[in-house]
């Protein structure tokens, strides 16, 4: 059995080129596969940001916690769940502003939970994650992938890596706005041979 999670954080529902390209990778991903779970994971349809409460609260352990930080960290607890038992993350990211959405930042900051995705040790922290394959799926009207300006790759190759994760594949859509046509065709391109 394979287990897929799949992040969308793109705001658009419809006219979304990551998205779009997310869900093509998953197809290609699954062909010839009939044992491949695939869970969906929409963060633009909202997720909390920290608070004070949720910061002190996610690092004290599960039966140690009162009726009302489990319930806080009910949310959480089901998205740190989530990645740990996926083999296979595929991330929708847009860049927005030269970074990623917030929404996505937000699962960001939910998931990467001490002692659950990483741990703290005399060497420095260590992610716990390294069995996971990630792709993550970037689309750009105008930030060329790999630029000065690119801070969405550079960012998610470093917040994976630190949770375990080294072995990412990215596949850009990059400089839509200037060749739509081009960008997509070198994205599919790249989801047929990263998927073979």
Known sequence: MTNIL?????????????????DELIERLKRGNADVTVTTRDVAEGLSFPTENWLTDRVVPKG???HEQDAALALTDELVE????????VVGAPTY??????????????????????????NGPVGLLGDTKVYVVNASGGVPVGSPADFVTPYLKHVFGFLGITDIEFIAADQLMM???DSLQRARSTIEQVAA
């Open 6 to 22: 799949t992040i969308h954080s793109s705001a658009r529902r419809s006219g979304s080129y990551s998205r779009q390209l997310t």
């Open 64 to 66: 140690e916690r009162t």
């Open 82 to 89: 989530e990645l740990r038992a996926a083999d296979i993350v």
């Open 97 to 122: 502003n030269f970074g990623i959405p917030a929404a996505l930042k937000a699962w960001i900051d939910h998931v990467a939970q001490p002692g659950r995705t990483f741990n703290y040790t005399e």
């Open 179 to 181: 060749s739509e046509d």
